[in-house]
Structure formats: C-alpha cells, structure tokens
C-alpha cells in the first residue's frame, strides 16, 4: 500500500510539474522601450500567461552578459510586485548619452493564493547566449544635434509601418527615436487590435531598441479599450503629456483630445475633454516656466491636432488654451497630424493663432528630422519612398 501511495504521490508531482512547464510563459509583444530621458527608461512587454518580471541592465563594455551578476529591476506599484500578463519596469539612475544592454525575465505564476502560497513555472528571459542582447541609448542634452522619425494616421496599418520604419531605415545608428503622433489606429476597441497593428510591427523594426514616445490623437480617444491607453504608452510625467529633452531641443508633447465638442453624440456622454484640457494648460504654464525649458536653443511643440480657432472644435481649443501660452514661450516649431495632407503654416497666420510656424505630417508617410541649435531640418516621404516635402526652419 505504501508503495502505491509513493507512486500516486510521485506522478502527481510530475503532472504538477509537467503543467508547470506547459506553463511557462513567453513573450506574444514587445519589448518596447518607452519614457526615456536622460537619465531613465522603461521596458513593455506582454507574455501570454501571468507572470512575475523583471529587467537587468549591463554596460556595453565589451564582456559578455554572463559575465558577472547583473542589476536588476522591478515593476512594482506601491511597493508590491504585480502579477499579470503585461510588465513595465522602469530603469533608473542611468547616464545620458549612454548604450546600455538590456534582456527581460520572467516567471510563470501557475498558482497564487496571495500571502499563503504561490508557485512559479520555469523562468524565462530574452536570449543572450546565443544572440545579442538588447541595446538601448538614453537621450543626451549635450549632444550637438537631435535626430528622429515622425509618423502618424496610419489607422490599422502594419504594413505601412514595416515600410516606412523597417530596419533598413530605422536604427539606433541614424535616429535617437521615434514620434507616433496619433491616430494609429481608427478606434481603440480592444488591446489585440493595438498589438496587431502598431505594437508588433513596431516591435519587428526598430521599438526594441529606438525609443518610441507616443502622443494620442483623437482616435485612440474612442472605442473600448481607450480607457487603457496610459497601460502600453507610460511617460515621465505619469500623464499622457509630458516632455522630454535630446540634443539641442526641449520637446513638449500635447494631448489634443478630441475634435468635437463633449455633448456631441458620437461620444455617447463618455468624455470630458474640455476640463482635461484646461488642466492640461495649467501644466503648460508651469513647463514653460521651468529653467530646463527656457535654457534649451531649440524647443519643439508635438501635438496630434493643430491649431485652427475658426476649425473644428478641437483645434478651435488648441488654438484658444495652448496657443496664447506657448507664444509667449519662444516656440521654434509645432508638429502635428491629423490632416491628412502636408501643410506647413508660416509664424504669425491668424487661424493657427502661432507665431511660430506649424507643420503637419500627411498620413501614410514619414517625416525624418535633424535639430541643431541653428535650425529645423525635415524631409517627408511616403511608403513608397518619393518625396513629398522638404524644409528648413532656422532658429532665430
């Protein structure tokens, strides 16, 4: 009898065991490399069972990733570490201008009953013995020039995504980082659709490794799943606006909201955008107060809707509430969507209300930008690489 007990005891365990490992978790998005400054940055990654995460970090210095015990670092949220199937941990206390190397780990939770007991499948992680590991450069203010692609409306369109941001194009070698500028995808009806269309082909071409900031057009305001947006696009300023600072240029990064009034019926009593934006604008003033700001030679403005007070509402609101704050600012340029076409508004046009001038980047195509502390640099193309405009903005 005890015999059989030893054997029922021995193939239960190797059933756990077995569902354990059936378990293990593995990575269906990401890494993406969101909020960098120059000082920080924070890795997003989903796995397709819950999971418990962590990041360690190595110089590029030449030795192997195996080489000695690497820092580590945590999501955590109050103190306590999640469980779940998306992880974004945020690295710290980093040097500007610096590469470091990165790899994500995780383990599976196949069993959690809180604090009397959790049990873990086999821990996974990137690859780093036989493949490189993840490199990442932080933003640098010292540095002469700034470098980095724009794109927007492209409204559930991997494919024009693999062919304006391939690898080919899009290294950390030629741009310091990318500008999503809203409207990826028409509406966010459900986290599949964002993943599908704009996290995994981003992912595939460059996000791993070129820093992707986000800035939310009106159709990621609409659907579903819109609630969750600041989920998969964290920032420094734990709001979707906030800025940042690389090369010569301070950037501020608007949220437009968006482009018809709140009581329209398309939105079915479920925003208030007009109170998020007077919000917004108090933040403003204080961003354009701050010493940061006014110390930079270049400072550019991203927003997805621009400014128009005869437009529709939304850019009637921009105009009005973030307009007469950033004249007063010493604004170089704006860039903004929306549109769907190439226009590029001269400083002082009284529709946008700007004394600084405004472009907006057409749908389907990329624009490519090079900052110095004498000028704005842009060329736009589309997908199929024929040049739509060219530009220069000298800093004044």
Known sequence: MKRVFFITIAIFASLVATAEQRNAPKIVAGPYIQACSQSE????????????????????????????????????????????????VRITDLEPGTVYRYRVLHKGVVLNEGNRRVRYSEGKGSNVYKKEP?????LDSDSDVTRFAVGNDYHDSPQTINALFSKEVISP?????????????SSFESEERLVTN???????????????FFSRGNHETRGAWAINYYNYFPTTSAMPYYTFADGPAHFIVLDCGEDKPDNDIEYHDLVRYDDYRQQQAQWLKSVVESEQFKAAPVKIVII????????????????????PILNSAGIDAMICAHIHKYRFTEAGDSASCCNFPV???PNRSRMDVEVTKDKICYKIVDAEGKEIATNEIIIK
């Open 134 to 138: 993840y490199f990442v450069r932080t």
């Open 304 to 323: 997805h809707i621009p400014p128009k007070s005869n437009g529709w509402h939304g850019e009637a609101e921009v105009a009005r509430l973030f307009a």
């Open 41 to 88: 940055f924070t890795v997003v990654w989903q796995t397709d069972s819950d999971a418990l995460s962590w990041v360690e970090i190595a110089p590029d210095d030449g030795t192997h990733f195996y080489n000695c015990e690497r820092k580590q670092f945590f999501q955590t949220i109050y103190g306590r570490r999640p469980i779940g199937k998306w992880h974004t």
């Open 359 to 361: 472009i907006c980047n």
């Open 173 to 185: 070698a030629t741009h310091d980082f990318v500008v999503f500028n809203g409207d990826m995808v």
């Open 198 to 212: 704009v996290l995994a082909p981003s992912v595939a071409n460059f996000a791993s490794e070129v820093p992707l």
